[in-house]
């Protein structure tokens, strides 16, 4: 007790981790601090935030995950946040995580971080995987040229961690970090000095930035921080300095500025890699085995039916292994509500009180708790699909297609994480660098078809598709996608002309994901389902439960109720889509709030636990208008967490707007055309 | 060398070829720059459909090009070993 104390009492020590996209950072985060995370937001923007704790030789330190980033730039969001952390924060050792199977790539990202006078610890990761390339990394020499320490890692195995962590919390003490100086060349080293001199005159500029990293940072023109020094005064001499400095240069260079200096620092990358760096295979193989699975996933014709079959048994999977758990949970909350209600009449429990239980909360939350294992399994099958690395494939081959199209090959990754939930689908949508495309990209995300949605189909293809399950949802998923796209062209032609920008994208080598970070990663999204079925799917089920019991001593869920009166005044609009009946359009409402309350306030209504649900269902549905049905609530308006983010996304209140309304009436008119084209071909 | 200087999106796949020019637009050059391509990069083409978006490769990472990107790199050709 008193040991922990004193730890409590100590000075946190910060760390901060900052990598590539790809470099293994997550996993190496997800290895130091186990469970012990926390996931928020960075102030100000959705950047998502994640920290975590561990403990070692005593210390307890606090472990900051930055976004994974290329550079340190203001070119994203992203870069803006890493980059103001570690100016801002000045966090006490940061960890760069550097994949060494792309060394200079990412010793980019590293040189910022050392100019920025970080206290950096190198965390020299995937070195299994080099090795397999018969490739050798001289650590000592590494850290003695940069004059940092260096660790070899591998992340996936927890291998060199410890270390890691050792060293990060020896450099704790180094109050003066070594600067390392890339020498820029003469002519470019001389107005450095000028420019450094003017910075080092302004208290204000040297209190918050390394003088030397400032400097070259105002001579490239970085956009970012000359918008960050507007607000200090007494500048103006500085960037005069610097517009004749720029105008010096390149005419004498005959060379633009930017270039003149990323030539420079790839030059001192490019000179610290041959030296540590020793290839022991003569010959180096010129097509990896990446290369060749790539030849068949993203062949020209072959490239959309793989991804199309991918898909195909993705949701069979999560049906198939999914279906015998639906059954034995129903029948555990049938037993559950039964015991329960018996067990509460014993107790005298007033009538109105055990139907608020019994009625209320395990037939409204049970009938959704019920999917939870689809949602799990289709989470497990998604992982499965980022972590191996066919996720940038599938943009690879889409962006062909949506190119044609005039969309981004880069919007369809955003749109493939929408299959899980479209809440990090929108934010997702910030890897677009043109703000265009973003917006198209947020405006069509929410078509997709995500886990939220998946129990109605479930219980709606359980009910009168029982032989194609599957079939029958696939078909859903890729009416959401197909439709995603045709409205994003749209969108383009009509609101946002003018040309898609450039398509560069990192595509990691294939990997077979392990079980442990496929299983985190599960956990990380499916879990959130569950808190969401205990806070807003309960409260909202209340409320419905609530609102069939008004006005005092109605029928319980019946039409006169005011639940019924809501149902019934929108329930006129969907008769041509087949479901008219006030059931139906209350449960669309409420499923506004989160959609699988859609479920959950059929299950309020119809009381009487799962299998009465089915059944209850069958009654008031026919096949045609089931799909009609399913049909709307995979299109119509966006649940209430996605127009948040849409909100916060585009910081427009007119945006989201107008995506609400338009898949509103998107979805109305795709039911309609169901129904209404079906019973012209006899299917109704 | 003495290659010749074209466009990275003519190459055949399995050519070697070295980064000449960037083409102009500063987003451009930084989005490449940060990817690791600037001038003097050695690239190879990995796969070239002549149509729809390139794979290179910059040592043993690999990078996914649009096409029209890949048109605005001048890269000079290796000459056939």
Redesign the interface.
């Known amino acids: 007790m008193e040991a922990a104390q004193a730890i409590e009492n100590e000075k946190q020590i910060v760390v901060a981790l900052a990598g590539n996209p790809n470099s293994g950072k997550t996993t190496i985060f997800n290895s130091l601090t186990g469970s012990h995370q926390q996931v928020g937001n960075w102030p100000g923007v959705t950047v998502e935030k994640k920290e975590g704790q561990l403990v070692s030789e005593g210390k307890v330190i606090r472990v900051v995950d930055l976004p994974g980033t290329?550079?340190l730039?203001a070119?994203s969001e992203d870069e803006a946040v890493a980059r103001d952390y570690i100016l801002f924060e000045k966090p006490d050792v940061v960890i760069n995580i550097v994949d060494t199977?792309?060394?200079?790539?990412n010793l980019?990202l590293t040189t910022q971080l050392l100019e920025m006078g970080a206290n950096v610890v190198i965390a020299l990761n995937m070195s299994d995987e080099l090795k397999a390339?018969q490739i050798d990394i001289n650590v000592a020499k590494f850290s003695e040229l940069l004059g940092i320490p260096a660790v070899q890692t591998v992340g996936t195995r927890n291998q060199g961690t410890k270390e890691l962590v050792l060293q990060a919390l020896q450099a704790t003490g180094n109050k003066k970090p070594r600067v390392v100086q890339i020498n820029y060349g003469k002519e470019v080293e001389t107005e450095l000095a000028a420019l450094e001199q003017d910075i080092l005159s302004n208290r204000q500029l040297t209190e918050n930035f390394a003088s030397r990293w400032l400097a070259v940072k105002v001579l490239e023109g970085d956009q970012g921080i000359l918008k960050g020094l507007a607000k200090y005064s007494g500048l103006d001499r500085l960037l005069v300095r610097r517009a004749e400095a720029v105008k010096r240069l390149e005419g004498l260079l005959g060379e633009d500025i930017?270039?003149l200096i990323?030539?420079k620092r790839?030059g001192f990358i490019g000179g610290l890699a041959k030296e540590v760096v020793t290839r022991r295979q003569t010959t180096e193989e010129?097509?990896?085995m990446?290369?060749k699975i790539?030849?068949i996933v993203?062949n020209?014709y072959l490239g959309i039916p793989i991804f199309l079959l991918a898909m195909w048994t993705m949701f069979q999977f999560t049906f198939k292994v999914g279906d015998p758990f639906i059954g034995w949970i129903e029948t555990f909350f049938e037993w559950f509500g039964g015991v329960a209600g018996a067990w509460l009449e014993s107790a005298g429990m007033p009538e109105l009180l055990m139907s608020l239980i019994v009625d209320g909360i395990i037939g409204g939350v049970g009938s959704v708790l019920v999917f939870i294992p689809n949602i799990f399994l289709l989470f497990f099958a998604i992982s499965i699909l980022e972590d191996s690395g066919y996720m940038?494939r599938a943009?690879?081959i889409m962006?062909?297609l949506m190119?044609t199209l005039g969309l981004h090959?880069k919007s369809f990754i955003p749109l493939l994480i929408g299959f899980g939930c479209n809440v990090p689908a929108v934010m997702a949508s910030r890897t677009l660098?043109n703000k265009r495309d973003r917006l198209i990209t947020i405006l069509i995300t929410p078509l997709m078809s995500c886990t939220a949605r998946l129990p109605v189909y479930i219980l709606f293809a359980g009910a009168f598709f029982s032989a194609n399950q599957g079939l029958i949802i696939f078909s859903l998923y890729l009416l959401g996608l197909v439709l995603a796209i045709l409205m994003g062209m749209l969108f383009k032609r009509f609101l946002f002309k003018g040309g898609?920008?450039?398509?560069?994208?990192?595509?990691?080598?294939y990997r077979v994901p392990t079980l442990k970070s496929t299983f985190i990663h599960m956990w990380e999204k499916g879990s959130s389902f569950i808190r969401k079925a205990g806070t807003i799917i309960f409260a909202v089920v209340v409320l419905v439960w609530v609102l069939s019991n008004l006005p005092v001593g109605v029928e319980y869920a019946s039409q006169e109720s005011i639940l019924g009166w809501i149902g019934s005044f929108v329930a006129p609009i969907f008769k041509p889509a087949g479901f008219g009946t006030w059931e139906a359009a209350v449960a669309l409402v409420f499923g506004i709030l989160a959609k699988e309350v859609v479920v959950g306030t059929l299950g309020v209504i119809y009381g009487a636990g799962e299998a009465g649900l089915t059944a209850a269902i069958a009654q008031a549905w026919t096949p045609l208008s089931a799909y009609a049905f399913m049909v709307m609530t995979l299109l119509y308006i966006p649940c209430a967490a996605v127009i948040g983010t849409i909100k916060r996304e585009t910081n427009s209140w007119g945006w989201t707007g107008f995506a609400a309304a338009y898949t509103l009436v998107l979805g109305w008119l795709m039911a309609v055309l169901v129904y209404q084209f079906g019973r012209l071909v006899g299917l109704g | 060398m003495g290659g010749s200087v074209l466009p990275l999106g003519f190459l055949q796949v399995?050519r070697d070829a070295v980064v000449r020019e960037?083409g102009n637009g500063?987003?451009?050059?930084?989005?490449?720059?940060?990817?690791?391509i600037?001038?003097?990069?050695r690239v190879?083409i990995?796969?070239n459909?002549m149509?729809?978006?390139l794979?290179i490769?910059?040592?043993?990472?690999?990078?996914?090009?649009?096409?029209?990107?890949a048109l605005k790199i001048l890269v000079e050709e290796e000459s056939k070993a």
Do not use: C, W
């Not at chain 1, 199977?101 to 790539?105: A, I």
């Open positions: 290329y550079s730039g070119y199977t792309n060394l200079e790539r980019y390339k930017e270039s990323a030539d790839y010129r097509f990896s990446s290369d790539d030849r993203t020209r940038a943009a690879f962006d062909r190119h090959g660098e898609t920008s450039h398509f560069v994208m990192e595509l990691p080598p | 399995g960037l500063r987003n451009l050059t930084q989005r490449l720059l940060e990817m690791g600037v001038r003097g990069t190879r990995i796969k459909d149509g729809g978006p794979i490769s910059i040592g043993d990472g690999r990078l996914a090009i649009g096409r029209g990107m």
